[in-house]
């Protein structure tokens, strides 16, 4: 059971409060129609599964309902950072030497 | 029986002797004491076998004193209701008239019948042995398992309903100490000190841990006094909480400790002052694990015959309960430690046979002490087999060689009724494990120790490989201060002085697990391993030879590990003999992971009080109580209870269905459609919103109408349905489906937070605000006009218009929509109006006998007209193209939708995708089941290539005739061939594909 800081109520709160949202920073393509199948497909499916750090969205949903960020060590389950919707994270996988 | 064990009383025990207990074994009555285990209770009554063995049915004895039993675990309770599977008797407190039987054993656990299957079968039964067995023919499997089972299974579950009552409770703490042994007490007065908030939990019913069984005097007194003193001084301390008889049974991600403290179960059975048990759930800044160390087993032939146990158990039960449970002993030993053990014996007034020690010599402090005594000492030597089958008769001792496993003299026999073994001691470190975190072997104790981890986490004691008592103490000390500044509480020092203790000078221990055989493994005196499932040295060494070589997979080839002790006995010296066998040392064969529970935990603590009508909320509308009182069955609908129909009395549901059905398209009937769900959404980009989310256009909704909608998830496949209408130029009513409001909402925020944050929209779910009243059929503008003030003539008021209107008294908004087909009312009043406007609507409908109905007609009128339910015509593998509901999607809106794109992808454009028809079943009477598969040709081998499914079915009062929706490959263009339905009787009806709109297909009488 995580226990998970909301940027938005500025405060850590169990995990029972939240729902994973998936994969954060996916952008939906400005003009989809001019896209191929197998672009569209990239959007639509492709998602990473990265062992080590993951920024992924959480939705605070029996609190402010707010969408956030989160960067998350997918092994050890350590949460290194929230932030919010629209801001980019601090902590990359790069940085730590991870793809 | 009289408790032939039980020696006379001394100042360290923990029985109350003016407080006998009766308590009932396996039907025969005997005596304990207050204080008394099970376990304890049974070696005092001198009751040896307590249970057969798994696999080979073969006589057990009790063998620990803790957690790591794996023999005597018992069936507990007297009642279906109280019964408890598989307890250990050595955790289980005694209670008077407490009733407990073996597990195991077939008729009896003194005469078994499968024993002679063991005995004959013993040698042919090694590991995978029912896989090899029963592998042919295939098909027979099922009737084996059948028999296998049976002669399986340990413990039976309960056959009624837990009258318990359990509870949970939520905790923030500096400090969670996990263990109240010297390092956890110590460890937790020094956190406390610092004024941190200290919890501090215990799995046995006092706090002490080791102590509780040693003799080993603390500042020159008992080491009780000791433990009751820092006791004392915690209790009387207002931050700290201490938990007796409180297991923890999971350390979990970002240090959440759980658990379990059983509260009445040491007082008797459905015991209702509290609680019964109540599940910790404690958040930690910083967590201490003191959880001390296991004793390891020896490995030797027959080493499973009652009468075989752990030393440091036989010194429990003689310390602690008062019990010697023998008269003779011979103990075999690696290490100076197990020796108290038989100075206990010894002191106890019992013969002590020998020590038979594995290493060539020892010239320890205890080793000394055991002389002094005249107690005869045999080093390098090893216990090689046992004599006796339900209790030990002797044992075969010769010299052995561990370089080379071979036993290197001549066996010398001695008489004992008691053989205890002690390998060393293996640090308790499932809970370290249990997020994640890899033990790593230390060569000083031979034993794993937890590895490094991410949580805030300090171990002391026994479990980071400290043993002397002076050592664990002051370990303890300097963990709890430390543990107390990292959560910002004192400076990491601390105030309490170490206590005067003498700790015995020892000489080294030997790495030993598996005690040679005169005989190759394979062909010796069964050695167990793993008692629980019956797994011996010569099965993991099979495996092995085999090609089982990762310590995983030998685990799930021989069973080891896998009973309810989880492998707390066996499973170092599983992994031991596995290293050498492939002759790889032990940190290179490493060791299977632990993960909760640590052990057993009933499931009714882990529900808590969330069962019954707690389990899940209901939701009820507010006329909720009018469908009571008029003989409504219900339906859930997500956490909705719904009218499903309303049967009058004597009237089968298919009775009551029709009435209803008629009823609608021929008068007017009422359903209650305030589940439905409703949000609000208001803002000046609204309508540019819902052009995004819904498939067909809104920029031209004028006020006052309303439209229907389709919403499709990004991949173009519906995904929800409603009607929303427009209140006002920046404001909209959108309903959703009853099970789909909280997805949809969630849905809209998601697009608006992370894509649309520019769009000025506002959303708010208004569900629960509305009561909704849907009036349906020819008859029903006559009902309306009797309570409303305005004029609901068609020339006034449109098909797809709302009004705002006054309802019996009651200020309403009137939505002029259909999902029957008929000329519809949809009447919305506040919620809390509901039940009056409800009411005054079935007094006006009364001269039209107005029909309530329910979920089922409304299902069976909106499948005559075709309209979808989403969830039941579709699964979200549907378009609307799929549906033949092209008709809702908008082609000139600028902005490409969500779902769109996706339409055009290839796979999406085939014709021969499932499509939505409707299907007539050529027997007009046959209802085909909803689920049923569809094939073209009905003549076909099996597996049949299935083209579709039946998704919705009824029988059509009004039509007279059954009918069915169904999605089928390339359906729309099929229309009028035939196809097949085999069903799972074994019987195939024929259907003829039509159009879904069975019922006036033009859509007049919804326009009158």
Redo the contacts between chains.
Sequence with gaps: MLLIHCPYCEEMREEEEFSPAGQAHIVRPLDPEVLSDEEWARYLFFRKNPRGLHHEMWLHTHGCRKYFNVTRNTVTYQIMESYKMGQQPSVTASEKGQS | MTQVNRVAAAANQHINRNRPLTFIFNGKTYQGYEGDTIASALLANGVDVIGRSFKYSRPRGIITCDSQEPNAIFQVGSTQATTIPNPRATQTELYQGLTASSTNGWPNVDFDLMAGLGKIGGAMMPPGFYYKTFMYPQSLWMSYEKLIRKGAGLGCSPQQPDPDEYDKMHHHCDVMIVGAGPAGLAAALAAAETGARVIISDEQNEFGGHLLCSTQAIDGQLPSLWVKDIVDKLTTMGNVLLLPRSTVFGY?????VGINERRTDHLGEHVTTSSRQRVHKV?AKQVILATGAHERPLVYGNNDVPGCMLANAVSTYINRYGVVPGNELVLMTTNDNAYKTAIDWHQAGRKVVAIVDTRTTSNGELVQQAQALGIKVLFGQGVINVKGSKRVKGVEVAAINAENHSVSSAISHYSCDTVASSGGWSPVIHLSSHT?SRPVWNDDIAGFVPGET?QQQHICGGLSGVYALSNVISDGFKTGSTAAQDAGKGDGSYASILPLINDPQEDPAMALFHIPHSKPTSRAPKQFVDYQNDVTAAGIELANREGFESIEHVKRYTALGFGTDQGKLGNINGMAITAKSLNKTIPETGTTIFRPMYTPTTFGALAGADVKHLFDPARFSAMHKWHLDNGAEFEDVGQWKRPWYFAKTGETMQQALERECLATRNSVGILDASTLGKIDIQGKDAREFLNRIYTNPWSKLAVGKCRYGVMCK??GMVFDDGVTACLGENRFIMTTTTGGAAGVL?WL??WH???W?ELEVYFSTVTDHWSTMTISGPNSRKVLEKICDVDVSNDNFRYMDWIEATVAGVKARIFRISFTGELSFEINVQANYGMHTWQAVMAAGQEFDITPYGTETMHILRAEKGFIIVGQDTDGSVTPQDLDMDWVVGKKKEF?FIG???W???DNKRDDRKQMVGLKPKDPKFVLPEGAQIVFEKDQPIPMTMVGHVTSSYYSACMGYSFALAVVKGGISRKGQSVFLPLSDGTTVEAEICSPVFYDPKGDRQNV
């Design positions: 979990y991600d970002h240090n959440l958040r994640g991410v990004e991949d969630q925020e998601l937070q992370t894509e944050p490409s769109k794109r996706s055009t992808r290839f």
